[in-house]
């Protein structure tokens, strides 16, 4: 069969600070970072091309295997990549990994997403690890915090000198001794701070800030420590009024090594399942829109380094009518430097290596674009005669969208992110999947978005606390991912606060008055996510649904992650 590539490409002229954040949510990502790779020496690739017989069944993208792809090659600077010779070595190193072996059995769940995305890589960085403190080692360590949420207040129990309850309805970091001060103490110095802070008392807001940081918290200390040091961090920079500033540094400043990016990428596929349930449930829905299909066009807002889209061209090729064609229209955030879609670039020259070796025609489109609300798609999904299936994919990217909050002074103007949501709607795809993150930090108010912020992230730490093993990689996690966030939440303010996260409901409105229609959960999801989760991940994770058209993702009782499916309501020419 055919295959075209032809990329067109758009851009800004300049770079956009909120691009880091849709490819890939890593900060440290430059023209010249990366590009991923998702197939080293075709060649010399073994093959698995058995077809399945239940392919149109729930658990497909989560076991069947693949062919080996060395996920990001020609990195930084033109490095070399050295590719292990064990293509299907994914799973833990070490019989003492919080993540089993996976082993085929019964059900079959075997991940195909490890084997597809990172294999281990013989180029290490050569950066000895460092015992940070708060390692857990033994199942008792967790923490007991399964009640249900009861109030939005940000509440701590637990004894004095001891981490014993809650930052977030029920929820909190692990049981950990401290060393000077109370979890309740030190959250409410926290909250003082941040409210000093809102009204311009800069001599009791640094006053606070000492007091904190004399109790011991630190990027090295327990989750709670860990926590409210990036929060203090946020807050001396909101004071200094170099917000705009510090979080660009934060998310172009300095550059991971490749080895680092790799295992960093790996290890958190392998602890936290968010991306791999957001990308099967996205897969399985796309899968059954697209059957019996000749054309298949995905537009995808955020492409996270193109690793949803091997699984889906595997399968394609499994279909007995054979593949369609399928076209993906990638939709990034520019880039600083001369060529703003670079890395969207880049992503589409793998996708085309990996479709290449599956014989599945393909055509790619990079579009790097600073307000996606403003983008016109009419042309690039044109179907020019050709019976077509339009996708519109957002995995955890739509909360990069400005909102109301920036319009206050303008009565006239519509909502961004209202506005992108009509313009995929007139489309009239066959398919739109959104994956959103569940959190309320949106407020225009500083305090109230603070409060919630706090609450979000204590359980985002409780979360890789519990269930990563203290590592340099769990590191990188918090201090390049999660604090470059806390620091745009907290220190910046207008546009260039990009980090807005909404409330699942809050989008299902949006969404329903954009003019879609929600589509049910297929059957076998639900089951079929529950016991891959219950098999690969720790079991404070829970997946739920919210009448049958959401599902949810949730850790110790909150939800951290919503998922759902639609089509539009009346199908426009």
């Avoid at 281990?120 to 940070?132: A, I, L, Q, T, V």
């Avoid at 697209?290 to 061209?313: K, N, R």
């Avoid at 989760?533 to 949730?554: E, P």
Wanted: aromatic share 10%.
């Amino acid at each position: 069969m055919s295959m075209a590539m032809t990329p067109s490409i758009s851009g800004d002229d300049g770079g956009d600070h909120r691009f880091g954040h849709v490819l890939g949510k890593n900060s440290m990502l430059t023209q010249n970072s990366y590009s991923s790779m998702y197939l080293n020496d075709v060649a010399n690739t073994t093959m698995d091309r058995s077809r399945s017989s239940g392919m149109n069944d729930g658990g497909y993208f989560l076991m069947q295997g693949v062919p080996s792809m060395n996920y990001m090659g020609h990195m930084r600077h033109h490095v070399p990549f050295v590719p292990t010779d064990d293509i299907f070595a994914v799973q833990s190193e070490s019989p003492d990994s919080h993540v089993p072996s996976a082993k085929n059995d019964d059900l079959n769940l075997e991940s195909d997403y490890e084997r597809l995305y990172l294999n281990r890589m013989h180029n290490d960085s050569g950066e000895e690890g460092k015992d940070y403190g708060g390692r857990i080692t033994e199942k008792n360590h967790y923490m007991n915090a399964t009640e249900k949420p009861r109030s939005h207040k940000i509440h701590v129990r637990g004894k004095k000198g001891q981490v014993g309850g809650a930052l977030d309805n029920g929820v909190g970091v692990s049981n950990r001794r401290l060393e000077a001060g109370t979890a309740l103490e030190l959250t409410e110095l926290l909250v003082s701070c941040a409210q000093a802070v809102s009204v311009g008392d800069s001599l009791r807001a640094f006053g606070t800030l000492q007091q904190l940081r004399k109790n011991g918290v630190s990027p090295n200390g327990n989750g709670l420590h860990r926590v409210i040091y990036y929060f203090c961090e946020a807050l001396e920079v909101r004071m200094n009024g170099l917000g705009t500033r510090a979080y660009f540094e934060a998310a172009y400043g300095n550059q991971l090594s490749v080895s680092t990016l790799l295992k960093v990428t790996k290890t958190a596929l392998n602890f936290i399942p968010m991306f791999k349930i957001a990308h099967y449930f996205a897969n399985q829905s796309i899968l059954k829109a697209a059957e019996g299909a000749t054309s298949l066009h995905i537009v995808d807002y955020g492409m996270f380094f193109g690793l949803q889209w091997p699984c889906l061209i595997n399968a394609l090729a499994d279909r007995n009518e054979g593949p369609p064609m399928l076209t993906i229209t990638a939709i990034g955030f520019p880039q600083p430097g001369d060529n703003p879609a670079k890395q969207l670039e880049d992503i589409g020259d793998r996708l085309s290596e990996y479709a290449k070796t599956y014989n599945v025609p393909f055509k790619y489109h990079a579009i790097a674009a600073s307000n996606w609300e403003d983008l016109d798609l009419l042309s690039h999904t044109a179907h020019n005669g050709v019976e077509e299936v339009l996708v519109v994919n957002c995995i955890h990217s739509l909360h990069h969208v400005l909102d109301e909050c920036i319009l206050a002074s303008d009565k006239s103007t519509s909502c961004p992110r209202q506005r992108l949501l009509e313009k995929v709607c007139k489309l009239s795809p066959n398919l739109f999947v959104m994956a959103s993150l569940n959190a309320a930090h949106n407020s225009p108010f500083f305090v109230p978005r603070f409060k919630e912020a706090l609450n979000y992230y204590c359980s985002k730490f409780d979360m890789v606390d519990t269930v990563w093993d203290n590592s340099p990689e769990r590191m990188t996690i918090e201090k390049d991912c999660f604090y470059r966030d806390i620091l745009n939440v907290i220190a910046c303010e207008g546009p260039e606060r990009v980090e807005r996260p909404e409330m699942y409901k809050q989008w299902q409105a949006r969404i329903e008055r954009a003019g879609f229609l929600q589509m049910p959960i297929m059957p076998i999801m639900l089951p079929r996510s529950r016991a891959f989760l219950k098999k690969y991940y720790h079991k404070d994770f829970h997946i739920d649904h919210s009448a049958n058209c959401w599902m949810l993702l949730s850790w110790k009782g909150r939800t951290m992650e919503a998922i759902s499916a639609w089509k539009p309501r009346i199908m426009h020419n």
